[in-house]
């Protein structure tokens, strides 16, 4: 009954979704493009060869989580075809950046049941991966009535979205005794599951994002990228969110003061703000390059704007020191695992609520640097780290060992999926 309230309200709200994503696609003219994939039409799109794998990374971070399993799935089983939804541009854009044609890529349609119809009759897998967190009750219900197992892997489920879930329970225990597994990627998300009503399997694998490998490929990029900075202290602030760009530049202007020749490598989180950023860093004064049009930093340059989509790990690469954007401002913070596999020290917001085990393990062995939304404070930690080497090495070995003795998990979902992929 309750799925059918939802459904009515789904409908209910499609003008103002239109409203609100034509006033979107004013910034990001992206989402005017391929709109019938939000229904479920597909013109003339080629559907991908039936009872192969259907996995869901919702936007950019989802994505680069999967990318490994996708990896491992296109090699163990090369005879699936694997189709990855997502619901941003970005998204789509790290997918076919990371992927090129060797998948299919589709948005995934509103969760309206004859969008929903029309998408799994062209698509028809034979098994569904959702990424983290994405509970859409039509789709889960129409995968279970073509016998479609829906499977959440590196399932997370904040506090907060527990709490409005619980509120909810009865009305949701048709959805979730639909759905065949879930795979938490830490104890927390595991609890929550069980809180909000789950009864169905649930196995504990682990965060998939401590499996990151990086490659001959990316290692020979980031010592040219290294070469052409030449020998200059590199701070990075990545993944930063309107409201922390400010502080960042504050902060910055501080530090040239005792260190004339650092350069900061800012990189927004989302493409929409790359200009914005832009205009705010000429506005501050600045010099600066862009990544986007192949700009490279000369001495001159204090900053070095990674206006791409899918080099973050490069960038991560060429840097002495990182702040993890997203944490300054109530974002949730992001990946902390990205800089410390190349053994980059962390700095942090204290809103880190995304990734609750990986900080609270970063903060137990001393791998991570802490915080208050302060420019004064940002500076003060990135002088304490540039001041003092044996600070930097302590710390990010720290971090570095949380990441290595918490590899495993992509193996252990694997062995999870494996009876689902051979089926």
């Known amino acids: 009954m309750m799925r059918h309230f939802y459904t009515f309200l789904m409908y209910l709200l499609q003008p103002f979704v239109l409203l609100f ?13 391929r709109f019938g994939e939000r229904y479920g039409f597909y013109r003339n799109l080629t559907a991908p060869q039936a009872q192969g794998v259907l996995i869901h990374a919702a936007s950019v971070g989802e994505v680069i989580a999967a990318t490994p399993l996708i990896r491992r799935i296109q090699t163990d089983y090369p005879e699936l075809a694997v189709t990855v939804t997502t619901m941003t541009p970005t998204g789509s854009e790290r997918v076919k950046a990371a992927f090129g044609d060797s998948v299919t890529h589709v948005y995934l349609p509103y969760d309206l049941p004859d969008a929903v119809a ?16 994405e509970l859409w009750p039509n789709l889960i219900h129409g995968l279970h009535l073509h016998q479609i197992p829906f499977i959440i892997a590196n399932a997370r489920l904040s506090a907060r979205s527990a709490r409005r879930y619980v509120k909810f329970k009865g009305a949701l225990r048709e959805m979730l005794s639909e759905i065949e597994l879930i795979a938490p ?20 694998t682990g965060n998939i994002k401590y499996d ?22 590199v701070w990075i602030a990545a993944s930063t969110h309107q409201g922390e760009e400010e502080i960042i530049l504050k902060s910055y202007r501080t ?25 705010m860093i000429e506005k501050a004064g600045f010099t600066y390059a862009r990544r986007s049009t ?10 070095f704007l990674g206006d791409t989509m899918g080099e973050l790990m490069l960038l991560y690469g060429t840097a002495d020191l990182a702040f993890v ?18 053994k980059c020290p962390v700095i942090s917001g204290k809103y880190t609520f995304n990734f609750p085990e990986v900080f609270a393990k970063l903060k137990q062995v001393g791998g991570v640097i802490e915080i208050e939304e302060n420019d004064a404070v940002l500076s003060q ?17 720290a971090g570095y060992t949380v990441l290595t003795e918490n590899r495993g998990a992509l193996q252990r979902l694997l062995d999870l999926l494996k009876p689902y992929l051979e089926k």
Do not use: W
């Open 21 to 33: 994503m034509l006033i979107r696609s004013l910034k990001a003219p992206q989402y005017r493009r």
């Open 118 to 133: 029309r998408f799994i009759r062209f698509i028809r897998p034979k098994l569904c991966i959702v990424i983290e967190t």
């Open 185 to 204: 990627q830490d104890e927390f998300s595991e609890k929550r599951y069980r809180e909000i009503g789950y009864r169905g399997k649930i196995c504990l």
């Open 212 to 233: 990151l490998h990086i490659g001959d490929e990316l290692l020979n990029k980031i010592k040219e990228l290294k070469a052409k900075i030449g020998k200059r202290p």
């Open 255 to 279: 530090l040239l003061q005792k260190y004339p020749n650092l350069l900061l490598v800012l990189v927004p989180r989302h493409p929409e703000q790359f200009n914005a950023v832009a205009e």
């Open 294 to 303: 192949n700009g490279t930093p000369n001495a001159d340059t204090r900053i």
């Open 325 to 342: 954007g997203g944490s300054l401002i109530k974002r949730g913070g992001h990946n902390p695992l990205e800089p410390l596999a190349f």
């Open 381 to 397: 930690a990135v002088t304490d780290l540039l001041d003092n080497k044996t600070l930097r090495e302590r710390l990010a070995n």
